[in-house]
């Protein structure tokens, strides 16, 4: 089986712009047009948390993993533009958003800093809205090799945990999901944001990975049902209800099977070199929309004054022109010099 799958890089890149439509652009034309569903972009980002348990297992699974060296290369990974997104947010917010840097400013870049915002009510989003999910990857970094040995160790604990904190998850969101709006932040931000709401998805993203590796699966099933698993996933965030949500992944099943399906049948559209690059340089996409946007839009609200639809579709040249040069000029360089170290994988 193949670790590296082109094909499910490439639906990175569609997760991505989807986030940022949904940031950015939902309320426009062409959007409206299926506005149900890219208003819930942001459902996208649990599909990343399902993608990242999903990729992480079929890559490390079977090789001894230095704990330290596997969490430098995953510092690796997302520290540099993560960084580079912070900093460019600040410059943005005290230039152009009247951002004062004061106490609370500092902790929000402190926090924001340690990856720990989306631990702290009222946090989450302060600056860089987005990055609220990398602190949640991050602890899924920090548990993903005990994850691993559970797995291979005793898949049923491994599935009943899953399961646990799966329902937990789902019961509690939904249990105060319709009253958001006039609870706390300390409910609301906890129910939304805080990490350990989330981990199910990861975990069911390693189930996928598992059965990719391990099982012995009826290929010629998941080759063809990539496509209607495809559909059925707009179908569910097209008319979802209105007291529903999957903010803390109650279709991350549904999403796990289509990655198993997608990474089986690994359809040679997705295999395109212009796709396959552009989810390369998705997780620039992702980090970097805010600085990006929020520059624009200052910009455009001062001096430009271009209208709503052409600054969006500008806005995304702009993006990926900067996530094309984050990757090149700041990720790759230091994904090369951590790999030319020896690691013990």
């Known amino acids: 089986m193949k670790t590296q799958i082109n094909a499910l890089t490439a639906t990175r890149a569609f997760a991505a712009i989807m986030v940022v439509i949904h940031h950015f652009g939902s309320e426009l034309y062409p959007f409206t ?15 990343f948390f399902v993608l990242s348990g ?27 533009a993560y960084y580079l997104s912070l900093i460019l947010m600040i410059f943005v917010s005290i230039g152009f958003l009247k951002y004062s840097l004061n106490a609370t400013a500092v902790k929000e870049i402190g926090l924001s800093a340690l990856f720990l915002q989306g631990y702290v009510p009222s946090f989450p989003l302060v600056l860089n809205s987005p990055a609220w999910s990398i602190s949640v990857e991050m602890l899924f970094y920090m548990l993903f090799p005990a994850f691993l040995l559970l797995l291979n160790r005793n898949k049923g604990v491994f599935v009943a945990i899953t399961a646990v904190l799966f329902v937990l998850a789902q019961y509690f969101h939904l249990k105060y999901y319709e009253q958001r709006w006039s609870l ?3 409910i609301v931000d906890t129910v939304f944001f805080n990490p350990v709401m989330h981990i ?21 099933f998941f080759k063809g049902s990539s496509s209607v698993l495809f559909i059925l996933i707009l179908l569910l965030i097209a008319y979802r209800p209105d007291s529903i949500s999957y903010q803390v992944g109650l279709i991350a099943p ?54 709503a639809g052409w600054l969006f579709f500008m806005g995304l ?29």
Do not use: C
């Open 33 to 47: 047009l299926s506005k149900n569903i890219f208003h819930a972009g942001n459902i996208a980002v649990s599909y």
């Open 54 to 80: 999903f990729v992480l297992f079929i890559a490390y699974n079977g090789k001894g993993i230095s704990y330290a060296d596997y969490f430098k290369r995953r510092i690796a990974r997302i520290a540099p």
């Open 184 to 186: 706390p932040d300390s």
């Open 200 to 220: 199910s998805q990861f975990m069911i993203g390693m189930l996928g990975g598992w059965l990719y590796l391990k099982a012995s699966l009826s290929k010629w």
């Open 254 to 307: 549904v999403f796990m099977l289509f990655i198993l399906s997608t990474a089986i049948a690994d359809p040679k559209i997705l295999n395109a070199r212009q796709l396959v690059f552009l989810g390369e340089i998705s997780y620039g996409i992702y980090i970097l929309q805010f600085p990006v946007f929020k520059l624009l839009l200052a910009l455009n609200t001062t001096y430009m004054h271009i209208p």
């Open 317 to 345: 040249v702009v993006l990926l022109l900067a996530a094309t040069l984050s990757y090149y000029l700041l990720e790759q360089p230091l994904r090369k010099m951590m790999s030319a170290t020896k690691y013990r994988f």
